[in-house]
Every structure is written in structure tokens, then in C-alpha cells.
């Protein structure tokens, strides 16, 4: 277990389309470094040689979890973490808890060093942006059966119910900037 005064871990969550890219990048472009609960998915599909679609990846997501338990990706996150902190890193984003069990780890590992800030934005405007994306574009059902899957099958709305902080993402990129500043202020990071 890692504790330091001084260490801030801010993490992101939140439903596909409300902002957390947009969140982490705002923040990585700072210098912070991050680590993305994605990535690890995305790093185990690759090593199986599987093809990253969004009918394959959440496939693959939940068989992942069965084989190896449904802390596997966090359990990774928690040592990049470390890996970072013993680099001499004390303020790290972490982009993308996915579930109730990945939130109880990181506040198991972490404690009050854990921020927890969730991206909200109205389900249409989120669709909307999924259909957009230049990478992996979803349609409005294969949003919706995203959303659904997120809530039912991988205890999505916990961590998004329990954040510390939350952040209404439904306007320009600017007002999302301003409220960024201000969670980076209020939360010393």
C-alpha cells in the first residue's frame, strides 16, 4: 500500500461520450502523467491478436474479468501506479475506473490520497459525440447497449454515484475547461 501526504491520485469516470478523454487530456497536457483502465484491456486484445471493434472489445472485457477476476485491470493500474510514485511521481490521473470493484481497490491501495471526479453529460449530446469519434464511432444503439452493459454488467454507476466530484460536461470546451481549473484548485492538484 502506498501512502504519501503529498500524493494525489485524480481519477476519471464516467458513461462513454461524457468527457473523460477530454478530462485526462486536459490534464496530461500539463504534465501529468496518467495511467487508462482501457489500455490494459486494449494491451491483453492486442497481445491475443484480437480486433479492437466495440462488439469485441466488450466481449473480450467481460471474458477478461471471468478468466482473471474482476480486479485484473485495476490490479494493473494499482502497480503502474506504484511504478510512477517510486519514479518520483506525486500527482497522477487515472482515466477511466469501469467499475464498484476497481473504485473499493484503488481506495483499499490508496485511501485519501484518491479524488474521485465524474463526467456527466445528457445521453443524447454523449451519443452524439460517440458518433462523432474518429476512432471507434458508435452508433446510437450501439451507445445505448454500451451504457446499458456499463450499468448492469460492470457496476458502472457506483463509482460515479460515490465521486467526490462531479462535472457537467454539456456545454462548450471552454466552460469544461474553466470547471476543470476549478477542480484542479479545489482539490490541490
Known amino acids: 500500500m ?3 501526504e503529498n500524493l494525489k491520485i485524480l481519477a476519471f469516470v464516467g458513461l462513454p461520450g ?3 478523454t477530454t478530462a485526462v487530456e486536459y490534464f496530461t497536457k ?5 495511467v487508462y483502465f482501457g489500455g490494459v484491456v486494449f494491451d491483453a486484445m492486442k497481445q491475443a491478436g484480437i480486433e479492437i471493434t466495440p462488439e469485441s472489445e466488450r466481449a473480450f472485457r467481460v471474458s477478461f474479468r471471468e478468466e482473471f477476476g474482476k480486479d485484473v485491470v485495476v490490479n494493473r493500474i494499482i502497480e503502474q ?3 510512477l510514485v517510486d519514479a518520483g511521481q506525486h500527482r ?3 482515466d477511466g475506473v469501469y467499475t464498484w470493484t476497481e473504485y473499493k481497490a484503488l481506495q483499499h491501495a490508496f485511501g485519501g490520497n484518491l479524488i474521485l471526479a465524474a463526467v456527466v453529460a445528457p445521453r443524447r449530446l454523449r451519443y452524439h459525440r460517440l458518433s462523432q469519434r474518429p476512432i471507434r464511432p458508435f452508433t446510437a444503439q450501439e451507445s445505448y447497449d454500451r451504457d446499458v452493459h456499463e450499468i448492469e ?3 458502472k454507476a457506483g ?3 460515490i465521486a467526490d466530484h462531479f462535472i457537467i460536461n454539456d456545454g462548450s470546451v471552454e466552460d469544461f475547461d474553466k470547471q476543470l481549473d476549478k477542480l484542479a484548485e ?3 492538484f
Not at 30 to 34: R, T
Open 186 to 188: 479545489e482539490v490541490q
Open 159 to 161: 463509482p460515479i454515484a
Open 92 to 94: 497522477i490521473i487515472a
Open 30 to 34: 500539463k504534465g501529468y502523467p496518467k
Open 81 to 83: 501506479i506504484n511504478h
Open 2 to 4: 502506498t501512502h504519501q
Open 153 to 155: 454488467n460492470i457496476e
Open 18 to 20: 461524457s468527457g473523460k
